[in-house]
DNA sequence: TCTTAGCACTCAAAGCCTATGAGTGCTAAC
DNA sequence: GTTAGCACTCATAGGCTTTGAGTGCTAAGA
């Protein structure tokens, strides 16, 4: 499927207009705005050219053309032009994002946030995804006669806390001493090692002692497989409000109905092949109904070297591709490399 | 401020039909649907008198009355029938909810979703309020040579952590020893207190041996005053949308601009005088201006006695008053039981 | 063979007109 | 105080026309 030069330049321009105005473009734009040097009536050949050949349609007869989904393919993978968020938009952002972000959580809701105000589209993240990860540390807090707190640590830096009923003969002496077992039998240590060092015969033997011992066990798991971190957090919804193809409100709907099921957008993001690259899929590339009119960018997040979460936005399939992809990738490194550092 | 019997029947009776079906009620409607005894013209005249009240407006001259602001007010105060959800309703309600729900944050995001599936309206709760607590423990756990984790347990049941760099010699030991230190001297005492009581030298004297302290100073006003848990959940956004007055996008973008902006929320509802009634404001009641054209319907749930947080939902002032009031205040029970309990 | 000018044709969108009917206010009779 | 009757108002919907952007095709030019 390759273009000659004339074609990719008017595919080009079309795209780039249609983002911009919104409006079908039509042969004489075309050849007033961006392509001087030929006539209308070439331009109009060549459009009946592309859209035989699938990458533009009409909505009607007599309007101008727009792109088509396989249209905006060819564009994203061959006629991007990425540089269009300039550096001190990427110095500026740095600075304002350093200022905030301290807790995990913020630092996650605070990069969704920003990714919305650079893109002005709806901006997704989710937080650390399931992953495995080794045991670092348990450790049980006497707080009153009768209740401790148990905190896990996991070599990934996750933490986690819950208070579990303890017997009231026992002293902080004893929990320790219980911790101390366990944290020498089983640090770095993944989950399923976990499993085979005999974790089942060490909760029963704790177990006839502290009777919650499974919160414990409980909780260790869930900090070590990552499973309840992965919250999705969103941002500037309303900005997507103020793009055209949302003057209807069927369309907003849908999308507001990801809103109360991040779930859905959880387990749609999470599954898509993520290498390093910042990925796009346009319209009915996406797998979900709700969002078929719908493009997705997205990218992931490290810490040392392994996957955390991703990061994206969602927009209208007439996006502004070079700008949001962009966005996706500094938003992105910068997570990294705050992960990274800390 | 006072209506005669038939007056208040007329209202009671254009403020219902109007919130079933959102079109403007003509007098011949109300003569055939809901006061058979009377004649249009009867009902004509008096809705002339309830007009020039301030209870009913015209949207246009050939066109039936809808409630004023102050006409939901008086409905809202006078001509309420609350029974509208039924006892079935509110057992199921109870079953569901029973099922999810056993972390603090899930608790509470449910009851919104809850609400939400209830009413149609979009539901919002925050989670507990800055209140002022005592510090039950603080404890530092060392991670690694030169990291450790600060967990600091309140009285209220609040706890939180966050990992401190310590210098490479320091040992469990020598943690134990501080925070035993700040233990002995703070414990059952709240962050005022702790201030008077020398907090500051305290600071000082352990930053020396400790530089990265201040986090944990931090960290314990965080908990103790209750700060960063006031996180506002929402849900049921997208329900919103199929009313009719949000036909018109302009309008939805205003309350997803809160979406965005949940602080103003936060203070939006939380600085309301709230005893143990369900509060209701009307249209510019609130002071918000993206939601002059809403009704917020809020309450607030407790654990022993003291307030916690609040819950509510955020309609059209065309809502059914009747049965937010009752879902609202039987979620608001729902939570207090469940924490009063736990 | 490719490009361009010219022209007839298409069709959505906007503007204008009219008919419709729900609803009102007023008056006079009960 | 209540009701029937009637003239009047006005938003809404449907039908009609005009406008103009845009196309496809053809024939002439490079």
Redesign the pocket.
């Known amino acids: 499927m390759d273009l000659d030069a004339?074609k990719k330049r008017i595919l080009q321009a079309i795209v780039r207009d249609y983002i911009l105005t919104a409006?079908?473009?039509?042969?004489?734009?075309?050849a007033r705005r961006y392509l001087v040097?030929?006539?209308?009536?070439?331009?109009?050949?060549?459009?009946?050219d592309l859209?035989e050949m699938g990458f533009l349609q009409?909505?009607?007869?007599?309007?101008?053309?727009i792109p088509s989904e396989s249209g905006y393919r060819f564009y994203v993978d061959h006629l991007l032009d990425e540089s269009s968020l300039s550096a001190q938009e990427v110095l500026t952002m740095r600075q304002i994002y350093q200022q905030q972000a301290q807790v995990l959580e913020n630092v996650i809701q605070q990069a969704a946030h920003l990714l919305a105000s650079l893109t002005d589209y709806m901006a997704m993240a989710s937080g650390p995804q399931p992953q495995t990860s080794r045991l670092k540390k348990l450790q049980m807090i006497e707080i009153q006669e009768g209740k401790a707190l148990a905190v896990v640590v996991a070599e990934n830096g996750l933490v986690a806390n819950r208070m579990i009923t303890v017997p009231v003969t026992m002293t902080q002496g004893d929990l320790d001493r219980i911790s101390e077992f366990v944290n020498r039998k089983f640090q770095n240590v993944t989950w399923s090692q976990m499993l085979q060092a005999g974790l089942h015969t060490v909760r029963h033997e704790i177990g006839q002692r502290i009777e919650q011992f499974d919160q414990v066990i409980d909780l260790i798991q869930q900090v070590l497989m990552g499973e309840r971190n992965s919250e999705v957090y969103l941002g500037g919804a309303s900005k997507m409000l103020g793009q055209p193809e949302f003057q209807d409100v069927n369309q907003v709907r849908s999308i507001l109905h990801l809103l109360d099921h991040r779930e859905t957008m959880r387990t749609l993001i999470g599954e898509r092949q993520h290498d390093d690259q910042v990925q796009v899929t346009i319209g009915s590339e996406n797998q979900l109904q709700e969002v078929e009119n719908c493009s997705l960018v997205t990218a992931i997040y490290k810490w040392n070297g392994t996957p955390l979460g991703w990061i994206g936005v969602l927009g209208p399939t007439r996006m502004d591709y070079a700008r949001a992809v962009t966005a996706v990738r500094e938003v992105s490194n910068l997570l990294t490399e705050i992960f990274t550092k800390s």
């Open positions: 004339r409006e079908p473009v039509g042969s004489r734009t075309l040097d030929v006539s209308a009536a070439t331009i109009r050949n060549e459009m009946a859209e009409q909505p009607h007869t007599s309007a101008g053309r």
